[in-house]
């Protein structure tokens, strides 16, 4: 064999090897390929489970990160509120010290008077001690008061209860005084301030019992309803009202000799009204003669005298 051919030879052999060689290193080189590609493929699952992980993590931390701005928020405004009332509570601590501040000054004050107040106290025991005196005597006068108009209303009312309507003759008792309310129809002409023969009979049973109480006055008042009136001898309503209580007064004097200092005559014209001056019954008890019997002032001096007061 020639040179030529060995070369061929030695060449195709060395072909045949390192093609055999590198097939060999080709499906090793493969195998670590794979293997680490598979080695790859877990850890990149791995780290995608670890990602995933952390993306839930990362949520909820961004959850607790909005729940903590919430509970720092309310946490402010509570201190905020906090701080408002410790502001309020300074501001009270302050208007207590004030006060404190004036009541001690205040009690200073009233030490300083006690003394003074002490004296007072005294004087003002003694008055009160007099006023309660003062109250059982007004209530010893009112009791006698009214003891006396009860015992005037009741006689008045027996000597004129026979013959004389209940319509045109009213006795009451009001507060101080005895009043008798008589109807002018019957005391009177109509129209006019001429008193009728049956006035004459019920003046005269009145002034029976006044001329037996001394210590008493009467007073006249006349009244009128609303209808205007005017000719020669009255000028309007108050005229007749006074000219009737005069008549009933110089009728006491002069027909029963009742002392004219005891006597008093008034008109009221045809003002308080009794009852509505809209119709013929209300104008009927409007016109009316008032004759009210009352102590005379000496009379509610005694009786307020301090000496009288009872024990």
């Known amino acids: 064999m020639n040179s030529k051919a060995k070369f061929i030879l030695f060449f195709a052999l060395c072909a045949s090897l390192t093609s055999c060689v590198s097939k060999k290193s080709f499906t090793k080189a493969q195998e670590e390929w794979k293997a680490s590609n598979d080695k790859l493929n877990q850890e990149l699952g791995k780290c995608g489970e670890s990602l995933s992980d952390y993306m839930k ?37 302050s208007d207590i010290r004030k006060q404190r501040d004036q009541t001690v000054q205040q009690v200073g004050d009233l030490t300083v008077l006690s003394q003074s107040a002490s004296n ?32 005037l209303a009741v006689n008045l009312k027996s000597v004129l209860k026979d013959g004389i309507s209940d319509s045109d003759v009213e006795v009451k008792v009001d507060k101080t005084v005895v009043f008798i ?16 023969s049956k006035a004459n009979e019920v003046l005269g049973k ?41 008549a009933v007064v110089r009728a006491l004097q002069k027909n029963f000799k009742i002392d004219p200092n005891r006597l008093i005559a008034a008109g009221r014209g045809e003002y308080n009204t009794l009852a509505s001056n809209d119709t013929a019954d209300g104008r009927a008890t409007n016109r009316r003669t008032r004759i009210i019997i009352l102590p005379k002032l000496n009379q509610f001096y005694d009786l307020l005298n301090p000496k009288n007061v009872p024990d």
Request: charged share 30%.
């Open 181 to 196: 309310n008589l109807s002018d129809k019957m005391l009177y002409q109509s129209g006019s301030a001429n008193i009728t």
């Open 120 to 151: 007072n106290i005294k004087q003002t025991l003694q008055q009160l001690e007099g006023k309660d005196k003062y109250i059982k005597l007004l209530q010893a006068a009112k009791s006698q008061a009214d003891s006396i108009n009860l015992a």
């Open 206 to 246: 009145i002034a029976k019992i006044v001329e037996s109480r001394p210590d008493l006055e009467v007073m006249v008042e006349g009244y009128t309803d609303n209808m205007p009136i005017k000719n020669a001898c009255i000028e309007d309503n108050w005229d007749l009202s006074v000219k009737r209580s005069t």
């Open 57 to 93: 993590r990362l949520s909820a931390c961004n959850q607790e990160k909005e729940t903590l701005k919430g509970e720092l928020k309310s946490a402010q405004g509570t201190v905020q509120a906090r701080d408002e009332q410790v502001k309020d509570l300074k501001d009270q601590i």
